[in-house]
């Protein structure tokens, strides 16, 4: 009767029965609510690189009426806004000719011998008209950076690594 007596009693005793279940659902919630923060933190850097880019293609097609772009600045813009250095920016400008599918790092390279300078008209040469080559030209951002989320120290996942690519035709 003792036992029955001490089984009852035990049944109705709810006393440490919260602190038994805090001690399981608390490092769950803990672990969530870090796992949350970082997914935060890893896409806010994302939408910040990419605004960054967007930020340099706003510029390129600001001043491609008229005023020559300085690659170096756009770079700088891009560094300043996003707290990156030398390494993980890149402004290239290239080159396309005429409708030819590959590119060029210099505009003189679309010219064929004897057909004048580069601006999309027409000159006469020898009596005759040639077509001068139509060269487009483009700027390349890119923008790279990477992340090492805490809970690689508990060893899950890996440094996530960002690499933001923008092209844009200036002329």
Same mark, same amino acid.
């Given at each position: 009767?003792?036992? $029955? &007596?001490? &089984? +009852?009693?035990?049944? +109705?005793?709810?006393?440490?029965?919260?602190?038994?279940?805090?001690?399981?659902?608390? #490092?769950?919630?803990?672990?969530?609510? $870090?796992?949350?923060?970082?997914?935060?933190?890893?896409?806010?850097?994302?939408?910040?690189?990419?605004?960054?880019? $967007?930020? =340099?293609?706003?510029?390129?097609?600001?001043?491609? &009426?008229?005023?020559?772009?300085?690659?170096?600045?756009?770079?700088?813009?891009?560094?300043?806004?996003?707290?990156?250095?030398?390494? %993980?920016?890149?402004?290239? +400008?290239?080159? &396309?000719?005429?409708?030819?599918a590959n590119t060029v790092? %210099?505009?003189a390279l679309c010219i064929?011998?004897?057909?004048?300078?580069?601006?999309?008209?027409?000159?006469?040469?020898? =009596?005759?008209?040639? %077509?001068? #080559?139509?060269?487009?030209?483009?700027?390349?951002?890119?923008?790279?950076?990477?992340?090492?989320?805490?809970?690689?120290?508990?060893?899950?996942?890996?440094?996530?690594?960002?690499?933001?690519?923008?092209?844009?035709?200036?002329?």
């Amino acid at each position: 009767m003792t036992m $029955l &007596r001490f &089984r +009852r009693l035990a049944l +109705r005793d709810e006393k440490g029965s919260i602190a038994v279940e805090m001690a399981f659902v608390v #490092p769950i919630l803990a672990t969530f609510a $870090l796992g949350a923060f970082e997914i935060g933190t890893i896409f806010s850097r994302q939408q910040e690189l990419q605004a960054a880019a $967007l930020e =340099g293609e706003t510029i390129a097609l600001a001043v491609a &009426r008229g005023a020559q772009i300085h690659v170096d600045e756009i770079e700088d813009i891009i560094k300043t806004t996003t707290r990156l250095g030398d390494d %993980n920016v890149n402004v290239t +400008r290239f080159y &396309r000719c005429d409708a030819d599918a590959n590119t060029v790092d %210099n505009p003189a390279l679309c010219i064929a011998e004897g057909e004048g300078e580069v601006d999309g008209e027409t000159t006469e040469e020898g =009596g005759e008209e040639a %077509n001068k #080559p139509v060269v487009s030209s483009y700027l390349r951002i890119e923008v790279t950076d990477s992340y090492t989320p805490v809970w690689k120290d508990f060893g899950i996942g890996d440094t996530i690594n960002y690499d933001v690519e923008r092209t844009v035709q200036v002329s």
